[in-house]
């Protein structure tokens, strides 16, 4: 089995032991790394609002999957890891607009705290993008 990684243009830099995404195969299953709310710079967005946040990490997801040709509907598993589970059941209104039937399948777990405690919500997902729009991303790094 083959499997590469990507920390594709468009969003933060790695800053530990991780990649942004990771493919696999023949290069239709898309592995994401769990996105937080952080800008290109790896500056945090919306510091003490969750639909900020969630916005910002559902861009971030949008835009490594962009970087392989991928869509939003190409996920088809996510976790959200939430700091605050009452607060993040009200930011559903925001997955409408990234998600349509058939919904990717999900899984929430509160967690006390992420890697920085002003984020609030990170999530990770596995997508499989279509050979005929899967392309190699423009990328920093890929081993």
Do not use: C
Request: glycine letters at 8%.
């Amino acid at each position: 089995m083959s499997i590469k990684s990507y920390n594709p243009d468009g969003v933060w830099k790695p800053f530990g032991a991780f990649s942004i995404a990771v493919a696999q195969g023949s290069g239709k299953i898309v592995h994401l790394k769990g996105q937080v709310s952080l800008d290109e710079q790896g500056n945090i967005v919306g510091e003490g609002n969750i639909e900020a946040q969630v916005e910002k990490v559902l861009e971030n997801m949008q835009a490594v999957l962009s970087s392989f040709g991928g869509r939003m509907e190409d996920l088809y598993t996510l976790t959200h890891h939430v700091t605050n589970i009452e607060a993040f059941m009200r930011t559903g209104h925001i997955r409408t607009r990234y998600f349509q039937p058939p919904y990717p399948v999900t899984t929430t777990v509160e967690v006390s705290r992420l890697y920085h405690p002003a984020l609030m919500v990170e999530i990770t997902g596995s997508a499989e993008i279509p050979l005929d729009r899967y392309k190699e991303p423009n990328s920093d790094e890929s081993n």
